[in-house]
């Protein structure tokens, strides 16, 4: 399933997330899903397992890079997939554990760019990183402002 970024897709990708039981990111690619929950947002990026009970509280996805999304075939491959989410909860972790919002904003920004590219973390809304590192969208707003400065 490849889907570009739009409201329209974005709902259509809700659904199908919530529908299928069990759908893991094309490890292959470079591409995932922000998955908005109520108080936060979640990145599951390549080879992470989406949908089931884990995302059953979707409020919002948004797809980032050219998502494609694959059926896993068997228990190992499931098994993989939930270690490989696990990985990307555990890295954002990481980056919130850091008591300072304005580090937090810049790592996450800066990763962003690193797995992807300038064009696709512009992109991305402030509020969506915000909800990603749990920091104010306005502390994602200046921290992009200070860099385009330099």
Known sequence: MNQNSSQTINYDLEKFVREKP????????????????K??????????????????????????????????KNFSERQKSYLIRR?????TQKITD????????????????HWFDTQTTEN?????????VGVLPDTIRKVR???NRF
């Open 22 to 37: 069990l759908l893991t990111v094309n490890p292959k690619k470079k591409n995932g899903l922000i998955l908005i929950k």
């Open 39 to 72: 108080y936060y947002a979640e990145f599951a990026g390549p080879g992470a397992i989406v949908g089931g009970t884990f995302d059953n509280d979707l409020v919002r996805v948004i797809p980032v890079g050219k998502l494609s999304l694959l059926e896993p």
């Open 124 to 132: 991305l809304s402030d509020e969506t990183f915000a909800l990603l």
């Open 145 to 147: 402002d200070l860099v």
């Open 98 to 113: 850091n008591p300072y919002p304005h580090e937090r904003a810049q790592i996450i920004l800066n990763q962003f760019e």
């Open 87 to 91: 990985q990307w909860v555990k890295l």
